[in-house]
């Protein structure tokens, strides 16, 4: 009887994973990276190690539940770590693991891709409202 590995078996499970699928584990990791406060946490600490009121600051909006709630689970997905350091008053770091530094890239690509069509999406939504408008316009009266 042939045994497989651990690492053959991740292998062979990967292949099997599909994000279409309702049902994949793959589906969970593409809902959580495809958050907005993750993506912005991720590239908030593209340049290195932050505290939580750094956070805070950096990435305007975000409220303190939705900042502390959105670091747990970065921690938990294993793409943050946390550091405690005993001080007065106690001193919290947070940074990317390399699985986080992994992934960071692409969500910065995301959000420069962002930063560069703003002006052309904000366009095409202009027109899409106009001429929407006016077939609703026409349609009721």
């Known amino acids: 009887m042939a045994t497989t590995t651990a690492a053959a078996r991740r292998d062979e499970e990967r292949a099997t994973f599909d994000a279409f699928l309702a049902a994949c584990p793959s589906r969970m990791v593409l809902d959580r990276i495809s958050d907005k406060w993750v993506g912005l946490l991720l590239a908030a600490l593209a ?24 670091l747990r689970v970065l921690e938990r997905d294993g793409l943050v770590e946390r550091e405690v350091t005993a001080a007065v008053p106690v001193r919290v770091d ?6 986080g530094e992994g992934l960071h890239g692409t969500l910065l690509q995301v959000k420069g891709w962002a930063e560069d069509h703003v002006v052309e999406v ?11 408008d006016t077939e609703h316009d026409t349609e009721s009266g």
Do not use: F, I
């Open 122 to 132: 904000l366009a095409a939504r202009e027109r899409y409202d106009t001429e929407h």
């Open 47 to 70: 340049d290195g190690p932050r505290r939580y009121s750094e956070l805070g600051r950096k990435v305007a909006g975000v409220s303190p539940k939705m900042l502390t709630q959105t």
């Open 94 to 99: 947070y940074r990317l693991t390399p699985l």
